[in-house]
């Protein structure tokens, strides 16, 4: 966890027992990380593109083609990694929905209460 998602989930306040707001926090935290995550994939996808262009152009060797083609395996193996953190976040999907019907249990329990 990095300090700045730390410094968030210290300014929540206390009174929040079921940690709806550390929830919300830590989503938001992972929608930013992703997306940062998305923009360096796109640059560094940009960058071997233009260079592969150029090396095309130029009549390069083959040994520079396949560093490049290289690289760009690096690339989808990070596209799998991205895949990998949707699919968390399908997982938080799930945890939320569950999390809401008690939540509309318990609101129904305390009104039945009352």
């Known amino acids: 966890m990095s300090s700045e998602l730390e410094r968030l989930n210290s ?12 929830l919300s926090v830590d989503y938001e935290y992972l929608i930013y990380k992703i997306k940062d995550y998305v923009q360096s994939i ?7 593109c233009r260079k592969q262009k150029e090396l095309i152009e130029n009549d390069i060797i083959v040994e520079i083609i396949d560093k490049n083609i290289r690289e760009l395996k690096n690339i ?8 990998n953190h949707f699919d968390m976040l399908d997982q938080i999907s799930i945890i939320t929905d569950a999390f809401k ?5 318990v609101v129904k329990e305390y009104k039945s209460s009352k």
């Open 42 to 48: 796109e640059l560094e996808t940009t960058q071997i």
């Open 76 to 83: 989808l193996q990070k596209c799998d990694e991205l895949e």
């Open 101 to 105: 019907e008690r939540l509309d249990n």
């Open 11 to 22: 300014e929540l306040p206390a009174d929040d027992p079921l940690n709806i707001d550390k």
